[in-house]
């Protein structure tokens, strides 16, 4: 069977989401942050034979860069199972990533990395956001602990001014 990549736009099944997450109780290490993430709306799966080995979440969203409007694809809940670590897969799922979301036209993609990922991204064409990005948390508007990393899609580059996101991160 080999390796097969497949694209869902409902949520992860009970099933799905605890062989994703569940190996460890802080995937992403950043339960630190204390912060309120939104769920992503659709899902690029990566299959190993018909083992679930690595996904990568996406949504679409509006942010505000000096009072303009941009679209982009956030991109977030990037894993691959320990076992089958070190093969490309979420560098395979990635590349997906970046062919829906200029299926989807947005203007960039947008995600939030811990430090030890930056370089991963960047070997990827993603570039840190040196504005601050701010977000939504309950009833408060803070300033994203979490460094942010951008890829144009439709544009030329990114805007340099400080980013608002009117929502919860993801
Ligand atoms: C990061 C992760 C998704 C990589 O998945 P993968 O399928 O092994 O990735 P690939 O085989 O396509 O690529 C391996 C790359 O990941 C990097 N990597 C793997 N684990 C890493 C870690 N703990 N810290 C930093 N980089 C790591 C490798 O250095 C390599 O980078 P390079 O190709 O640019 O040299 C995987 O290690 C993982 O699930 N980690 C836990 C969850 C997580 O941290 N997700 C990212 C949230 S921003």
Not at 12 to 26: H, P, S
Not at 29 to 36: D, H, K, N, P
Not at 91 to 98: F, G, H, V
């Amino acid at each position: 069977m080999g390796i097969s990549i497949r694209f869902l736009q409902k949520p992860l099944t009970d099933q799905q989401r605890c062989a994703l997450f569940g190996w460890d109780n802080d995937v992403f290490q950043a339960a630190r942050y204390q912060l309120e993430w939104q769920p992503k709306t659709a899902h690029l799966l990566l299959y190993d034979d018909a083992s679930l080995a690595s996904h990568v979440g996406l949504l679409q969203h509006r942010v505000v860069v000096d009072e303009q409007s941009y679209r982009v694809g956030g991109v977030g809940g990037v894993v691959t199972l320990p076992h089958q670590q070190g093969k490309g897969y979420a560098s395979a799922l990635m590349e997906e990533a970046c062919r829906r979301m200029a299926a989807w036209h947005v203007d960039a993609g947008l995600l939030f990395c811990r430090p030890q990922l930056q370089k991963f991204y960047s070997r990827r064409d993603w570039t840190m956001v040196t504005a601050p990005v701010t977000v939504h948390q309950a009833e408060r508007i803070i300033e994203m602990p979490v460094q942010a990393m951008v890829k144009p899609v439709n544009l030329a580059a990114w805007p340099s001014g400080p980013v608002h996101v009117p929502g919860l991160p993801w």
